[in-house]
């Protein structure tokens, strides 16, 4: 096949007519697809019904603390076992939260900013316009967090390994306005990158190295166990290397069960130094008396000893569907120059960069012929994709079958709006 | 028996040495008892242990929704028909949360003062120091939160029927910067009274005669099925009386489970009108993705049509523990003239109140003998009650047996305490 960008006016004209047949042929059909949502599909969580079989009128933790009353802001010891064993650091650098890690992450955000931290007196909210750096494409959820609390955001290029590191270090250094950066270490969203070594080392060292003297390092790794290629890939343990920096009050780790058990019910964690963990519990407890701790004692009991094999069920799920999403992009897109996308070997997304200008037309095609696609530009701060090419692909939730279909579409869609964009660049 | 007050020096000198006598019989024991916080006796607690039968692999909500996975920020129907059924609201009013109420209280508090709770430009923040009215003696955790979040606190007066209403609509009519008042409308911590109709019409229409336009009544129901005699009391409903005021959009109702099912384990409930669950459902959604709505499958199932029945459970254990309270106080310290104390038909507290300057040093003899109150003054916001002479008793937890010990100590703290002040007022 020839690459599209190499071809004239009247063999594009021709291109867009039989793209135009073929997608109408999937039009007719009334589809309702959707590869938008970053969801565990039935078969996922049904891995996870002998939660319900853990507590048998047995609600003690093994310290002996009855979960089912008030209190333990920190949670039980074994479900910060495992909180820890989901972030590679000791249980006691770990709180147990409720079932959402958002909420641990807005928590230390709007901490940091009106009590700080640190248990002294820097706090966010003395800077007139607090900013943070967000590695693009990245989680929207995170834009948004920072958006409702009147933080600025600061792109930065996202690599194969990483945030753009000497980018990053620059602005760093430069503006003491700048109070954090957003991480997704390992099988990033959207892009499935994993931190190198290096990067991570370099992120560690990063509020030594700023201008700000209450910079933050938020380490949200939602996916660390969420392997699905074997050997899984590894991430160096940023809180063991902030120690030796001397940054390790800088640093905020993240992690939820809530694409390892259930989604809606899982438990949430939040890690750090013992000086942070202070802080984050000592807000707390102006808000709740404890955590759900029912809830994490289910999990820990379900999940002792077993969370590789767990983990190895949902690869099991998981592999065939982005093995589908890359083999219809290579078949279909790789010879057209069109088009490149990421092969992440864990997570739960694919990022596909097409053509500058055409990632906002082709989703909206797609939506048209009945395939609903996370908004284009949702991966960028403001919902603003400065090329206009990023669209995140998010093949969990549904059925091989829906995710074959869903990509034929979507492979037509990118082909047809990428032949159209060339005709216009060709005539302007 | 004479009244401690009319005692001459001599007497009162006679009765010290007996009572000290008396009190290190009890000190030589080395008690070591509680009656300070409001938690569920394990007893209580065990009356939920069908909760984790209620599933069976089916996670499906009435509706459809898988409750496993995510999404769903109001929660699933039959939840919030049950935080409607503890509101005595309709269902549409009702958020379905996690599992803490305290949450809720914060969140809206912070909504109010950051971005609003009315969907336009009014928000707390825009007045230099926001206060509320604070009734007291009242619960600590609200005062706590206030101060957290930099809100001044203003007492009014409990009275049998609820705060003193005439002063809080004077109070209220008079300063724009007094933004909310604190309720527990029913069964209050800690005097255990319940609001009449007229308070709760006058409460209803409060916003409407406050010089704040951002006024809101935080409605704090979490006894409101927690009747131990019977017939049950009954609280007027506020958001139908709020209707017909036009002050709907002004009030915030709280529930949750914390006190039927598990304290720690429970599901949270904020009511109100269309437009504030709005406003609050956006601020949600910044933090989280959706509440554990299996955690409300489960107590929607095994709540549903026995409600009354678990409740009346609840109310056989607590009712002797209460009644050994009254009985004790009754019989001891009655014909003293030192005290007067509440009887309470449901909720969680008694409230105690000694002679004046008498309750700090009462609560910490009390704690030499080996009895653990709430600190004397925590009913008060900053932990100050101007008269030192509230006390809280928490008798829920304790067995019966410990109950009993707890209350003859502290009667013998309240006279000896009293004893000792009267001398002193003598010979000052």
Redesign the interface.
Known sequence: MTRLPDLKGPELRARETTLDRELSLYSANRLALDLS?G??A?AQ?DL??GL?QQ???N?KSASGI???????LRGIDEARDLGGQLLGIPAANVIAG???S??LM??VTSTAMS?GVWGDDRRWSTTAKVKVLTPVPGYD?HF??CD?LGIGMINVQMNEHGPDMDEVEALVAADPSIKGIWCVPKYSNPTGCVYSNETVERCAKLPAHAAADDFLVFWDNEYGVHDFVYPAETLADILSLSKTAGTQDHIALFAST?KIT????GVSFVGGSENFLNAIEKAL???????????QLRHSRFLAGRLDQHMLRHAEILKPKFDIVDQILQTELAPLGIATWTRPKGGYFVSLDVLPGTAAETVRLAKTTGLTLTPAGATFPGGKDPMDSNIRIAPTFATTEEITTAMEVLVLCVKLTSVRKLLKDQTA
Chains 1, 2 share one sequence.
């Open positions: 949502r969801k565990p039935p969580l996870s019904h319900e507590l048998n009128d609600y009855d979960t089912r009353n008030y209190g333990n409720g079932n959402s958002l909420f807005h928590l009590q959820r948004t967090l409702a809530s259930f989604s809606g019910g407890s102006v808000m709740m008396v404890g955590p759900d701790k029912v809830n």
